[in-house]
């Protein structure tokens, strides 16, 4: 029996002025907003396609993902509607719609395809009541760059119409090929339903000894893990690797259904929201623990009794244990990339391996290019992302199996191998507080005035006296990236105080949100001497309000470092610069 063509529809709309990807092609809105707004999701994505030359976009393959959070469903039927309408040839989608970020980009990698749609959040809640977001990955497998980004902004800018297949209908829980005729195409459009995990476990298997965590995880030695997937995309992939594949039992895994809303948890892996696995590591019973975000690109470590390992150290320590892993073995460490708030411990590390550490703005999307040309190996940042040249995105679930490569090789607890880390390299004591619900125009001016007063002549040198310790302004700046790959110049990423033993104070916006804008303040002090190395990071507890000129009433909510220069620094600039409502009225 002869199907009937489905018929490729034209449809009328009008352009918003809010569409601009927040960095790396990703725009992120409250789900209500996608729901509400008239055409706002069709509008998003047909800006997107379009930004794809129309040579290149027809008959290509791209791969579709989501982390499972509420609305993904329905926008994942509108994203293959527009897909065969716009020209795409294939999709490939994970079965259910879920794939994680990190196998998504692989994924494009393997079939060569032209780039993805990830419907996520990231570590934003989900529900009716949460975030929702459309991130564009490139034929890379990466982030969009920012030029990619700015074409569809340009776009959304302008746009009167959109095409869509409003009769297609895909089962996204049947594995396999569908295919279906279109109204004046050629070639029936195909959608193929993978398995989610499949092809980024063969990838994990080329790249880790699995025998050697299997060992560790079910030998005579075996320690017990407890893994958190936070109900967001990983549940699938650490049942199917760490349980089945490595044998780690199936309660080590806990929260392991993708819920839309996370069970009414933020998936955000630290320690203020993976709060049930922190409290299981405390008890001593496990002698490693690890949670994921929704989208399973982020991740956090935990040793016995709840010894936690900040983001920048389990980076340094990562590339400081490289000859655990099989694939740099092969591969070999030509240079590592961090993102400029990231301590600097990676880069003790890189002196004495002899590689060189990019700096870049924050932005997976800025690690690409350094990966690509064969610059980098091993990149991170201080939000609990970590990856290497694998893949072209951060990846979670990556970390956890070379930390426990590094277990099992090292035959050492979480704590005993940070602390030899420490007592190696020296210890960075570092800490990022974050400022939140700024109105932008506040933001701004803070920011603006901030950096009249850190780029004076009189600020450089100063001194700061903190109990016994000293603290000279050695440099201040405006951080400008230049990309060594192809000379692009990226400027206004965050201020810095660095002081002349290292320690560094930096102030950045971060551009998450549309409504309101986020001040992050981070803090690092170098610390050489072991005897040292004991110290909380944040000791005690401060708050400094802040009146806006709108009557808006917030708090910065900082902690006592260690040393407490940092804090008394941070303290003070913010005083000076918010204190000044003239330059808000």
């Given at each position: ?376 190996s091993l990149c991170g940042e201080e939000s609990f992302g970590t990856g290497s040249d694998h893949l072209r995105e951060k990846d979670g679930l990556w970390a956890v199996l070379v930390w ?39 933001a701004y001016f803070i920011m603006r005035d901030l950096e009249a007063l850190i780029t004076d002549k009189s600020f450089s040198h100063q001194q700061f006296a903190v109990g016994n310790n ?116």
């Open positions: 029996m002869e199907r009937t063509p489905i018929p490729v529809l034209t449809v009328q709309t009008a352009p918003y002025e809010d569409q601009r990807p927040t960095g790396g092609g990703g725009l992120r809105r409250p789900t209500g907003l996608f729901e509400s707004q008239r055409n706002y999701l069709p509008n998003f994505v047909q800006s997107l396609l379009s930004s794809v030359d129309l040579r290149d976009r027809q008959g290509c393959t791209m791969v579709v993902g989501s982390d499972g959070r509420y609305f993904s469903r329905a926008a994942i039927e509108i994203v293959v509607q527009m897909a065969a309408a716009n020209g795409i040839g294939r999709l490939v989608i994970g079965q259910n719609g879920i794939l994680s970020t990190p196998a998504v980009s692989c994924i494009i990698r393997k079939i060569k395809a032209a780039g993805g749609i990830i419907l996520t959040a990231s570590h934003s809640p989900g529900g009716p009541g949460g975030e929702f977001g459309v991130k564009f990955e490139v034929a890379n497998g990466g982030p969009a760059p920012d030029a990619v980004s700015d074409k569809i902004y340009q776009i959304s800018k302008t746009l009167e119409e959109y095409t869509i297949c409003p009769d297609l209908r895909v089962d996204l829980s049947r594995l396999g090929r569908q295919e279906f005729d279109l109204e004046n195409k050629f070639k029936p459009f195909r959608v193929e339903i993978v398995d989610s995990v499949d092809i980024y476990l063969n990838l994990l298997r080329n790249i880790f000894d699995f025998n050697a965590i299997r060992n560790l995880l079910t030998g005579p030695n075996q320690i017990k893990i407890r893994i958190d997937a936070m109900n967001g995309v990983m549940g699938p992939y650490v049942r199917r690797i760490l349980c089945d594949e490595l044998g780690a039992p199936a309660n080590s895994a806990i929260n392991c259904v993708p819920l839309e809303d996370f069970g009414g948890q933020r998936p955000d892996p630290n320690l203020t929201y993976a709060t049930a696995l922190l409290e299981a590591m405390r008890g001593g019973e496990y002698g490693f623990g690890a949670a994921f975000d929704a989208d399973g690109d982020r991740y956090m470590i935990l040793g016995q009794n709840g010894f936690f390992v900040n983001a920048s150290d389990s980076l340094a320590i990562i590339a400081a244990n490289l000859s655990c892993i099989p694939y740099f073995c092969q591969m070999g460490v030509r240079g590592f990339g961090r993102s400029m708030p990231t301590s600097t411990a990676l880069d003790k590390v890189a002196k004495v391996m002899k590689v060189p550490v990019y700096e870049t703005p924050t932005g997976w999307r800025y690690f690409s290019n350094l990966m690509d040309s064969g610059r980098c426990l490569s590094i277990l099992a090789a090292r035959k050492q607890s979480v704590e005993e191998i940070v602390r030899d880390h420490w007592a190696k390299f020296g210890r960075h004591y570092y800490c990022r507080f974050d400022y939140e619900a700024l109105e932008p125009r506040t000293i603290y000279s302004v050695e440099r201040t700046d405006s951080f400008e990236y230049i990309d060594p790959v192809d000379g692009t110049v990226t400027k206004r990423q965050g201020l810095r105080i660095i002081f002349s033993d290292a320690s560094r104070l930096i102030f950045r916006m971060s551009a998450s949100s549309h409504v309101r804008a986020t001040l992050r303040i981070y803090a690092e002090s170098y610390e050489k001497d072991p005897s040292q190395h004991n110290k909380e990071p944040q000791m005690s507890q401060k708050y400094w309000s802040f009146t806006d000129t709108c009557g808006y009433k917030t708090e910065l909510h900082t902690g006592s470092h260690t040393p407490e220069a940092v804090n008394f620094i941070s303290a003070a600039c913010w005083v000076r610069v918010s204190c000044l409502p003239r330059t808000l009225a």
